[in-house]
């Protein structure tokens, strides 16, 4: 991902990969004590905003990484990645899958109180 920002092939299925991993509790764990992978997921979001799929995938990762309450603060506080799964909802509405995801993500970084907070006020998702 680092190597190649611009190439979404390798945007799409690093994200892809990163969610899967993401899935497994243990993996959750071992991918949040590294802050990078996270930013790495943001760059993603950041450089394509254009790719539903990306953006899917992206938020698909954060979601399962955000199972886990460190990674919670980490993702909600320290990188703010609400910011950018609400840019991927407004930039694409019509995809069924990254409101799916997007949301899924939101609901649980919503699930740590500061997060809400930064989500609710800073982000204005309501609007």
């Known amino acids: 991902m680092r190597n190649h920002p611009a190439s979404g092939d390798v945007q799409r299925y690093a994200c ?3 969610r899967s991993l993401a899935f497994n509790g243990r993996n959750q764990v071992i991918l949040g004590q590294e802050l990078e992978v996270g930013k790495d997921i943001v760059a993603a979001m950041r450089n394509h905003p254009e790719s539903a799929i990306i953006q899917e995938n992206a938020c698909s990762a954060l979601w399962n990484l955000a199972s886990n309450d460190r990674n919670k603060v980490i993702l909600g506080q320290e990188l703010e990645v609400g910011k950018e799964i609400v ?12 409101q799916r995801y997007a949301c899924s ?3 649980s970084l919503a699930s740590n109180d500061r997060n809400k907070v930064i989500l609710g006020q800073e982000l204005e998702v309501g609007k």
Do not use: E, F, K, Y
């Open 16 to 18: 892809t990969a990163l």
């Open 87 to 98: 840019a991927a909802m407004r930039n694409h509405p019509a995809s069924g899958d990254v």
């Open 105 to 107: 993500a939101l609901w």
